[in-house]
């Protein structure tokens, strides 16, 4: 079945390392994108991708990084520059034009 | 520059009547299109409704509603009916110019029996 996969689902991370999340689609999708949520809160933009090898920073991208390397394939990597990243993170996928995204499961991500 | 804005943090409403979530939103763009999406308490995003920036009529799907107001710059969710299977976060979103989508800040919906 088509879709949207992220992994792990839950993630612990100590102080000061790097972490890589990982979202993969198989909807031949072209933009992917990468959010933070916090509890009780709404959708943060950290990174978007229209096409491969290219990526626009939205509006919290301090202390990530992505890459493109792959139509299907969209990592985030949380850098020991972001000093507050316990949070829950989605990825999610949308074809040409103006149509609906579609969501991964998500990771949540916890400092230890 | 985009922004989305979702002024209502929570509402309740009694089962079985209707309900509006209120969304205004920015963008100098001309083409955009307009999300609500449901987030249940297990986190998974659920799309519920889409308007286009050009489409003339009110977006509808089953029990949502979309009332969209070009002039005044809001994109309204309207429930009917509402069902206890309705408690959730609601978030109105926008996509715009390079295909960037931003959300609002959400509101949590209680819906009562």
């Known amino acids: 079945d088509g879709g949207i996969t992220q992994s792990p689902k839950y993630l612990f991370r100590k102080e000061g390392q790097n972490v890589t999340l990982s979202c993969e689609q198989n909807l031949n999708h072209d933009a992917m994108y990468w959010y933070r949520q916090d509890p009780g809160q709404g959708l943060r933009l950290i990174y978007y991708?229209?096409?491969?090898?290219?990526?626009q920073k939205g509006d919290i991208a301090e202390g990530y990084s992505v890459s493109r390397e792959k139509k299907e394939s969209f990592p985030l990597t949380v850098t020991s520059a972001q000093k507050n990243p316990t949070a829950f993170y989605l990825c999610?996928?949308?074809?040409?034009?103006?149509?609906?995204?579609?969501f991964g499961q998500g990771t949540r991500l916890t400092v230890v | 520059a985009q922004k989305i804005t979702q002024t209502q943090p929570g509402m309740f409403v009694q089962e079985k009547e209707a309900v509006t979530l209120d969304c205004t939103y920015d963008?100098?763009?001309?083409?955009?299109?307009l999300f609500w999406y449901k987030q249940p308490s297990s986190g998974e995003m659920i799309f519920l409704i889409y308007?286009?920036?050009?489409?003339?009529q009110n977006a509808t799907e089953g029990r949502y509603s979309l009332n969209f107001q070009k002039a005044r710059k809001s994109a309204n969710l309207v429930i009917s009916a509402s069902q206890l299977g309705d408690s959730a976060m609601y978030f109105c979103a926008m996509i715009g110019g390079y295909n960037k989508l931003i959300f609002g800040a959400g509101t949590r919906l209680a819906v009562h029996p």
């Open positions: 963008t100098s763009d001309q083409s955009y299109g």
């Open positions: 999610a996928s949308s074809g040409t034009g103006r149509t609906e995204a579609f």
């Open positions: 991708s229209q096409i491969v090898n290219d990526f």
């Open positions: 308007q286009g920036s050009y489409d003339e």
